[in-house]
């Protein structure tokens, strides 16, 4: 979920289900991945708050898949919010 907010720097939310990832050593380390691809991307995103939820595809999937996912949800996110 996109939505533009007052502030001049986006801000993110991570909300990962028990049932869908995993255990907990699962959990942290989608969100260590969806924090790193975050930072790395911050600058070009757009003053917005981006909540990013998982799926159940995302169990087991290799690190590599998740960071290609997460880069194609960032540039969604700046063509949402950008006129």
């Not at 991307?41 to 003053?47: E, F, I, V």
């Not at 595809?57 to 700046?78: F, H, K, M, N, Y």
């Amino acid at each position: 979920v996109v939505r533009p907010n007052g502030l001049d720097h986006p801000r993110l939310g991570v909300a990962l289900a028990a049932k869908t990832v995993g255990n907990a050593v699962a959990r942290n380390r989608l969100r260590r991945i969806i924090r790193d691809s975050f930072r790395l991307a911050q600058t070009r995103l757009p003053a917005a708050d981006l909540v990013v939820g998982a799926r159940a595809g995302v169990r087991g999937a290799p690190a590599a898949a998740i960071r290609a996912s997460l880069e194609a949800l960032w540039t969604q996110a700046i063509k949402t919010c950008v006129p």
